[in-house]
């Protein structure tokens, strides 16, 4: 990536420091979710799926594949700090419209206006 693009590529995000994810592996997602926890859900070795509510605060739950025969599938990292990192991004096409990545448990945002009603700019 040129140098340019990857300064424009750091121009479009901005930290939410007030949003830290604690992940939680889990067999079972729980039927209550606490907000600021990235639920695991798996046995073993296998994942299946994390779920969270929506960091906007809008209440909606977002359940996230990590399987990876999915058509659409997350993929989990764990770091060595205890923080883990989700890929891609999540990019809400209907309700509050957020888009975010989960880097390192910390939620970023792709900009201001994803957490509002407003669309996302193409």
Excluded at 62 to 78: A, G
Aim: with cysteine.
């Amino acid at each position: 990536m040129r140098r340019r693009d990857k300064e424009k590529a750091r121009s479009v995000h901005h930290e939410n420091s007030g949003v830290k994810l604690r992940s939680c592996r889990v067999q079972e997602a729980p039927d209550v979710l606490d907000d600021g926890v990235l639920y695991i859900v798996g046995e073993g070795l296998h994942l299946w799926y994390a779920a969270m509510l929506c960091p906007c605060s809008c209440g909606d739950i977002l359940n996230l594949s990590l399987m990876p025969d999915s058509r659409s599938h997350w993929i989990l990292r764990y770091h060595r700090n205890k923080t883990v990192t989700l890929w891609p991004s999540i990019a809400r096409s209907v309700g509050c419209k957020s888009h975010f990545n989960i880097r390192r448990s910390r939620v970023v945002y792709w900009s201001d206006d994803t957490r509002s009603d407003a669309p996302l700019s193409k």
